[in-house]
């Protein structure tokens, strides 16, 4: 039976066998899909552990993303860009790897929550791994401003440098994003695992603006009630996210898309 894993730390929370597992029951393929726990130390030897015993393929989870882009033998030029990588393919030996974080986000954005990213102004919270993965597919659909809010404004500056220059982008910290209104804003730090929210100004949501969070399966965040409380029309969590990056990586292992929607309603728990 085909292999598949993810590798993580923690990674007993992982919902990815199970999303996995419905993707293959849905698409009517054999495989098994289990998780690795490692630690900055052993993630390369559990990496060519599982690439040795014939495994096909990994999802890579915080903390990895970086140690995996730097492992891979081929990476696409997005994650070259993002320098962080979420999933990878064992072929011939090698390991070919890209990051599928960013689009999943888009097509969450667009094609489940009906989202247009064009021309609107859009404010992505905090400046680690998953604002790496989400910055370029973001701007590539054109939105009138991407700004980056983040407490360390050079961490903010350094991650904007992937970008185009055509690109219309801001950076600041936090407090410099005080009255400016945006259509969409994207927590993308990890405050909401913590019980915290980045401390952003009640003044950043414009009207009709969707608030959305990357952490989910944890209800209404503090991030997600400060917007509510703020005036944000909309709100989502990152469940759709996950489900969308996990069929991304599902089609370039085995050659089939599956359909997200079961996926995303079996995890989506209320925002209340
Ligand atoms: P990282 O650890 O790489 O980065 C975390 C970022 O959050 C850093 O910029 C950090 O700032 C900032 N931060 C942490 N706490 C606070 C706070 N209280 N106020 C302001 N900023 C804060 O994590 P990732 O980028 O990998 O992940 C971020 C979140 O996105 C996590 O919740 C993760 O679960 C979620 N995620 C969801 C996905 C999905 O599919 N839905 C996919 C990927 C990630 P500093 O550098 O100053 O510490």
Known sequence: MDQYAVIGNPIAHSQSPRIHAGFAEATGQVLAYTTRLATPETFVATVREFQAAGG????VTAPF??????????????ARRAGAVNALKFEDGRIRADNFD??????????NLGFALAGRRVLLLGAGGATRGALLPLAAQRPALLAIAHRDLAQAQALATALDPDVALACGRYDDFGDAAFDLVINATSASVKGERPPLSPRVYAAGALAYDLAYGRGLTPFLRHARD???QHLADGAGMLVEQAAEAYAWWRGVRPDTRAAIERLRVPLV
């Open 65 to 78: 993303k970086l140690q995996a882009f730097d492992l891979a033998d081929a990476t696409t030029e997005r």
């Open 56 to 59: 096909r393929g990994m999802n």
């Open 102 to 111: 960013g689009i999943g986000l888009v097509a969450d954005l667009q094609r």
């Open 230 to 232: 703020a005036g944000a």
